[in-house]
């Protein structure tokens, strides 16, 4: 009887084609096995290169990358690699992606989360009952439910306009600290009227969350083609198009949460966390709950608004990306990003940066004085390519 010899499963592996194997590949799912299969030889870093399975893992986790059409890459110790161009070769662009989207993912899901509020501004509410005494920008004291000061007896909230009808709909609009922030949660206080007959709280009953970029296509208001009626203040219709593009481009918009009809500060927790790129978040307040005594008309009225997350550093978004299409993703490499531990662990596998932080490290005596400049000078040089890179767009 003839016995069959089973080939060894490196032969196996060898007898399938380059695509299968990556087809194969994109099935890992946990960091430290995709760390661990682009350091096995260099033809698997080779698969784990052309599979672009960091990014898919970033996207797997952020499903609002996908909009991310370039990568940017600003290495401030040496020079600024473009996305697509002409001088970058096709194995370069794949390094770059691969180093890129590594560290990305390390930042957003390895590193700790510190429970900080991310909202830098006010930029504007649907509408506001007194202006400036109870604009949106009273949202952003944490102690909003106080008197302004000892001289004035009156409260720090925002408030909209009245209306008869209660599906009326506002909406707060807030900028965050960084162009890429993870969000986890919204905290907000309605406001309560001590000073009025049974204390009432204006809440709405419902509330919503979209977080997403400014459109950098829709025109200014100084453009000629948008011609504003002074009279109603509302945009001309245009014999070309419907009416202006909207002010902003939402890449989430949360489910509806059911607000409680009481003063206190009301965590809503999003369904996972969720990448805000460009900055934008907007609370929308659904349908009104309380009418005031004077006038019987509805109001809102918020006390403060806080968003729990973390920006993430190293990195920006850009709307329109460098080849005119898309959006880019923006990684500024330098000292910081150097000194930051790699997702390349555990400490049994080689690190792919090995190389590097050698050099590094064996010339930290010699090159201390230059990088003591490097970070005097690393804010100024930041901010000379972030503008060159976005132009008019920041």
Known sequence: METQIMPSPRGIWDLLDDDTIIYILKYLVAPSDVANASVVSRSWRQHVLEGQLWRGLCHRE???LGLIDDVIEIDILRRVEGAGSSNTSYQSTLEKNHRVYRQLYWEM?????????????????SS???FPEESIHETLHPNSKRPRDIHDSSWSYWSSTGQKDPRVPESLTYKLLSSLCLVHEIKIRPFEAEF????PVYSSKYVRFRLGYENPRRPSCSDDMLKMDVECDKPLEFPWTPGPPPEYIWTYVSPEYPMDQRDSLQTFKLPRPVLCMGQILQVELLE?????????LYYICVCHVRVIGKPIKNFGFSPLSAGGGGCGLICQRGLDYLATPKPDI???????DDAAGAAL????????ERIRQLRLNRERRWTQWWKRLNGSHV
């Open 346 to 352: 555990p400490e049994h596998v080689p690190n792919e």
């Open 62 to 64: 952020f499903p609002e």
């Open 128 to 130: 506001t009952d007194k």
């Open 288 to 296: 009104r709950v309380q009418t005031q005594l004077q006038d019987l």
């Open 361 to 368: 490290g064996a010339g930290r005596d010699n090159f201390a």
């Open 109 to 125: 899901t390895q590193t700790p989360l510190l429970e900080r509020n991310c909202i830098s501004a006010a930029i504007a509410a």
């Open 196 to 199: 009025q007959h049974g204390n």
